[in-house]
């Protein structure tokens, strides 16, 4: 007791002991186990490893700090990574009748603040077009292109086009075929804006259509024919497809027609050299042919290094290219390019929607939101006509069906992002019509030029 009026002082222990801070000369307890952070659990008891505040569950309400740090089993990390992507619970369900259903509608949600209920933009644009794409990739994978060259830029024209010049009984007919022919092809050549190598293709097929002439001209008048035109081959390659004369017990082919081209792997005929075949280019540099060692395309503020590189690429653009053309199904692989052209065009999308209703003084997130939704919708349509195309595959009796719901499925992608872009924006049609044409024709430009260039780099990085 104290004395009379002066002041009690009672000494009560604190209620929130902090452990003091071990000195440094203080050697760790390492035989003391210690639970990984990915089991911690928060509790009033268990404080902020940051700023020491009492964690009321998974984040520190004080700084904001999470309770799982990075030092914790690689398979939690993995899982996290991949449920931030693909985190398909279910929302999904909530989510995809309205986006593909009510155009507008999850974009409107989430503006007024209804976002919980629905898989966020981003990752709904993420996993639709990544599946979409990947059906779109089996899809084109199950169709039969045939063997059939697209462009066979090695074969004749009169056997692409059966102009009949080796069908021709008399000198008159040949003569007479031949200029014909000559003549359109000429005519074509005359347009100004034809691309490098259709030019290139049409002066090899001149001088391709004046041989065929000068062999028909041979058989008729009973005399040896030169050697034929055959492939120009790679460099250290032997020749391909050079003439055979025909052995002494073979029948001779019937008149009007020419013996079938050898095979690669026929006899050659010996001390014959072969005629090579004029090369066509497909690219053009200084008004000449493009050629790696004699006509190369060189950047002046380039290093020799990478300019030798540069010509590299271009070369096997070149060859992936006709190649591509000999083997139609190699266009299969560009779909590969579409997602990330996607992903590139996305944000330029939401660009030219803000340039378009810049008088709405809209943040670029909200126009950004309306790209998100916008391409989650085309790729989930594309998922769609891909199911229903695999379907028809599978069963050719409900082709009649399939058929018009595919044609459904392609009719409602404008017409859905018509009237997404008038309930959202909130003008009157006529303004919404003009706009949408506007911006549509922007958009097919700018992907039509983001799959070029994608498909150009990815041939010629093969």
């Given amino acids: 007791m104290g004395k ?41 008891a268990t404080p902020c490893a940051n700023c ?27 899982a996290d990574v991949v449920n931030s992507v693909f985190n398909l619970d279910s929302r999904i369900l909530r989510t995809l009748g309205p986006l593909y259903f009510k155009p507008g509608f999850l974009t409107t949600e989430y503006f007024i603040g209804r976002r919980q209920r629905y898989v966020t933009p981003f990752r709904l644009f993420f996993f639709l077009t990544v599946v979409g794409f990947f059906l779109a990739q089996i899809y084109l994978g199950q169709l039969d292109f045939g063997t059939s060259p697209l462009i066979d830029v090695d074969k004749p024209l009169l056997q692409l086009e059966g102009m009949g010049i080796e069908k021709a009984k008399t000198a008159e007919d040949v003569v007479r075929q031949r200029d014909d022919v000559i003549k359109g092809l000429k005519e074509a050549l005359a347009e100004p804006d034809l691309p490098v190598f259709v030019r290139n293709n049409l002066e090899a097929q001149v001088k391709r259509v004046e041989r065929a002439a000068e062999r028909r001209l041979a ?3 009973g005399t040896p024919a030169a050697p034929d035109v055959v492939e120009k081959p790679a460099d250290g390659a032997p020749p391909v497809n050079a003439a055979v004369p025909a052995s002494p017990g073979a029948n001779p082919p019937e008149p009007g027609l020419t013996a079938a081209p050898p095979g690669p792997d026929a006899p050659r005929t010996p001390g014959v050299p072969p005629v090579t075949e004029p090369e066509i280019n497909f690219m053009q540099f200084n008004d000449k042919a493009w050629n790696a060692k004699t006509n190369p395309l060189r950047i002046e503020w380039l290093p020799d290094i990478a300019n030798a590189k540069v010509n590299e690429m271009i070369g096997n653009g070149e060859v992936n290219f006709k190649r591509a053309l000999k083997e139609p199904k190699r266009f299969v692989a560009l779909i590969g390019v579409l997602p990330q052209s996607l992903f590139l065009i996305m944000p330029l999308f939401a660009v030219l929607l803000k ?31 891909c199911l229903v195309s695999l379907a028809e595959l599978a069963w050719p009796a409900t082709t009649p069906v399939l058929f018009w719901v595919n044609v ?51 041939l010629m990085l093969q």
Wanted: proline content about 10%.
């Fill in 4 to 44: 009379a009026g002066a002041p009690l002082i009672v000494h009560t222990p604190p209620t929130n002991l902090q452990p003091k801070p071990r000195p440094m000369t203080d050697p760790a307890p390492y035989d003391t186990p210690v639970p990984p952070p990915a089991t911690l659990q928060p509790s009033a």
């Fill in 52 to 78: 020491g505040a009492a964690l009321a569950g998974k984040y520190c309400h004080a700084c904001g700090q999470p309770i799982k740090g990075m030092i914790r089993p690689l398979s939690g990390l993995t």
């Fill in 219 to 221: 058989q008729l008048k």
């Fill in 355 to 385: 340039i378009f209703y810049i008088f709405k003084r809209r943040y670029y997130m909200e126009h950004v939101m309306v790209a998100l939704h916008s391409h989650a919708f085309i790729s989930l349509s594309i998922l769609l006509f």
């Fill in 408 to 458: 459904a499925i392609g009719a409602w992608i404008p017409l859905y992002l018509l009237i997404m872009q008038k309930r959202v924006y909130r003008q009157n049609w006529f303004m919404t019509v003009l706009k949408w044409g506007l911006i549509g024709f922007c958009y097919i430009s700018l992907i039509s030029t983001a799959v070029a260039i994608a498909a150009v780099l990815g």
